[in-house]
């Protein structure tokens, strides 16, 4: 049997359903057939669950929620290990696709999990700085700074099911904890940056070395610059990125928002 690829999205209740930027993303996810799309539903009223059918292969209702969605996907990717290749995890709100993420997963057979390095690293971004100074007062041990690593985006990231599975347990694990602050994924995929790299199975894709994902924080601060050729955000080769994550934080973004509007349809 072919195994399929599949991406994932979360959503808890309306609010990203009915906005602007959930059409956007809906728009472009609904130009590719070539793999399964799935959606973990929790507090989505059946108006919006209608809405979703039209775009999702399949609607997964569950009761968790933002940060115990990896347990519902652990448990729900464990059952069903043996009918898909790779998986990839995207947020739902602010992400246009514009090319075919599992292309690039495939053009990589030797890797098993790809993450998005946001092109900026910790000590730049002021929000990434406290995650990481809080984080270490968790710490027994191993608790030496890493601001000097680079951001890996929480939102964007992917691969061979069965290191999904291990992935999702892992992030699940590490973030369910009591503490004075929320663990947060990106925090802690922060913390383990320095030891993810050290495994050659893993890529961790950066937007000027590689055309997985570009994210809109490190575009707005001026960490990393891209291209925008009327149709694709591109690297300077020309080269559109698959995932263009946080559109909604540069400087494209009225002009996405006007084409959606006027419209009603985003066509990349």
């Known amino acids: 049997m072919k195994l399929k690829n599949l991406l994932v999205n979360f959503s808890v209740g309306d609010k990203c359903i009915d906005s602007l930027e959930g059409d956007i993303f809906l728009d472009s996810l609904s130009k590719f057939k070539s793999f399964e799309k799935a959606v973990f539903v929790s507090d989505v009223s059946p108006r919006n669950i209608n809405k979703l059918k039209k775009y999702f292969d399949i609607i997964i209702p569950n009761n968790e929620n933002l940060f115990t969605s990896y347990l519902a996907l652990y448990k729900w990717l464990s059952e069903h290990v043996n009918e ?3 998986v990839m995890h995207s947020d739902l709100r602010d992400v246009i696709i514009q090319k075919d993420p599992f292309e690039f997963f495939e053009s990589n057979p030797d890797i098993n999990m790809f993450y998005s ?3 900026m690293k910790i000590k730049e971004n002021e929000c990434n700085l406290w995650w990481e100074q809080s984080l270490r007062t968790l710490l027994r041990s191993h608790n030496e700074t890493y601001v000097d690593e680079y951001v890996i985006n929480g ?6 099911i069965e290191h999904m599975i291990n992935h999702c347990l892992m992030m699940f694990s590490n973030t369910n904890r009591k503490s004075q602050f929320l ?3 990106q925090q802690f995929l ?10 050659e199975k893993n890529m961790l894709c950066h937007p000027y070395k590689d055309t997985f994902a570009c994210t809109g924080e490190a575009i707005k601060r001026d960490n990393v610059e891209v291209f925008f050729d009327g149709n694709y955000v591109t690297n300077k080769d020309g080269e559109p990125y698959c995932i263009f994550h946080q559109w909604d934080r540069t400087e494209l973004a009225q002009t996405i ?3 959606e509007e006027s419209k009603l349809k ?3």
């Open 117 to 119: 390095l946001e092109g």
């Open 84 to 86: 898909y290749k790779y």
């Open 155 to 160: 939102g964007i990231f992917g691969g061979k």
């Open 257 to 259: 928002r006007n084409k």
């Open 183 to 185: 663990v947060m994924d």
């Open 190 to 199: 922060g913390y383990l940056s320095q030891f993810l790299k050290n495994n």
């Open 266 to 268: 985003f066509s990349i």
